[in-house]
Each structure stands twice: as structure tokens, then as C-alpha cells.
């Protein structure tokens, strides 16, 4: 029993970096947690990783006993090390991760890993079409974050705000949104003058259009007024005739 205890106790210490590392990637990233099965997996990589880490650091800590008199080499030492590591790793990983680091690079190379004058979407044969992100939700988020949206809720309301919180899915979690207003259908908005911010149910948002900064807008103020006024008018003959299109109101000036 004494004996089957020691083993126990030397494997929680073998596998205990690799689950700190999973944890803080999981705990930093959007990423959903894996099964049991799969998050063991998940630390078994992670372990192997960092004891190549540690295997290094031993040598060179090592090479330098010869000149300074550091001490010994223990098991504990080398869980301390583990650990260090594990935490550098983790953040690492969840930073790659959260900014689709690798995933960018690979999309833009050829397969001699050299830069491709040519998009990946375009047709040219590239490592990968996907990014590191959980979800195309999450993704669409993560490249649109610095614009202001329009919720378009079920019950046919649409609300225009700065999302300063959106959740990690479409399926659970609060949008937070400030500088809220409505967009009526007849193209007149609603400011909240006396509302700091709005929280908004996901599972109560249909859609959710990322608007473009004036800089980016092509269209004339001419060609911009026609559409505001075709869209009312659609949504005025939609009303008309007993039915409603969210979607056909006018976008915001």
C-alpha cells in the first residue's frame, strides 16, 4: 500500500505542470474545456513539453555548477522548474492562441513556408483556412472588436451601441453594450441619454451587423440617402401587409 501510495504520488507531480498549463490556457482562452479523457491527453502534451523544457534547463544549470557551486539537482528542483515553466507555457500558449498567431502565419504561406503574394481565400493552396479561435462567433468578434454593432433581436428591435462585453458564444452569455440608441423603422434613433450601458441576452439576438467607420464608406451622401429611403420604404410596405423585416430597416446615418 506504502509503495502503491509513492507511485501515486510520483505520478500527480509527473502529470501536476501539464494540468497547470492546461488550466491556464483554458482559464485565459475562449476555448471550451475538453472531456476528462481529452483534458488528460491535454496535459500529457503539455508535460512532454515541458520536461524537454526542464532537460535543458537541468543541463545548462549543470555546465554552470563547474564555475559557481549551485547546489544539487533534486526531484524537487526539477517539479520547481516544472512549475516555472508550466506557468510560462500556459500563457503562452493561450496569448498564441488568442491572437491567431500561428494559425495567420500558416494561412499566408506556400508550401515552401515562404509569404504567398496571394490570399489564402483566393484560391491559393495555403497550411491551413482556419484560425486558432473556438468558433467563427468568437473569431468575428475578435477581428471586428474596435466598432460599434447592430443587434438585431427576435423580437424585431434593433439596437446600435459600442460592445464593450460580447459573449464567447452565440448560445450563452450577456452582450454589454454602451452609447446605446434604438433604430426605429422609420429611420429616427432613440438615444438612452440616461443609460450607462445595456445587457443583452444572446439567445435574444438573431444577427449582428459590424459597422464600417465613415473613413470606410465608399458611397456618396446621395447614393447612402437612397438607400436609407428604399429600405424605409420596403419596411413600410412590409408593415402594410401584416409582416416585418428587422432587416430591411434603415441603416444608421
Sequence with gaps: MELASKELVGVISY???GFLAAWLFHGLTAHPKPQPFERV???LIFTAILQGVVSIVRWFVLLAGHVVVLGDWTENVSLVWSLLWAVVLGVAAAGIANNDII????????????????PADEGKWAWTHR?????????????HNRRYVILHLKDGRRLFGWPDEWPDACDRGHFVVSECEWLLPTGERAPFHRVESMLIPATSVEFV???????????????LRDAEALLI???????????????????PA
Excluded at 103 to 118: E, N, T
Excluded at 212 to 222: G, H, M, T
Design 103 to 118: 494559425h495567420a502565419w500558416l494561412r499566408c504561406r506556400d508550401w515552401r513556408l515562404r509569404k504567398s503574394a496571394v
Design 131 to 143: 484560425t486558432s479561435h473556438p468558433s467563427e462567433w468568437f473569431s468575428a468578434f475578435s477581428n
Design 233 to 251: 420604404r420596403v419596411n413600410q410596405q412590409e408593415n402594410a401587409d401584416g409582416k416585418q423585416s428587422p432587416a430591411t430597416a434603415p441603416e
Design 209 to 223: 451587423e459590424f459597422l464600417k467607420y465613415d473613413s470606410e464608406v465608399k458611397a456618396s451622401e446621395e447614393e
Design 41 to 43: 491527453v491535454q496535459a
Design 15 to 17: 502529470l501536476l505542470p
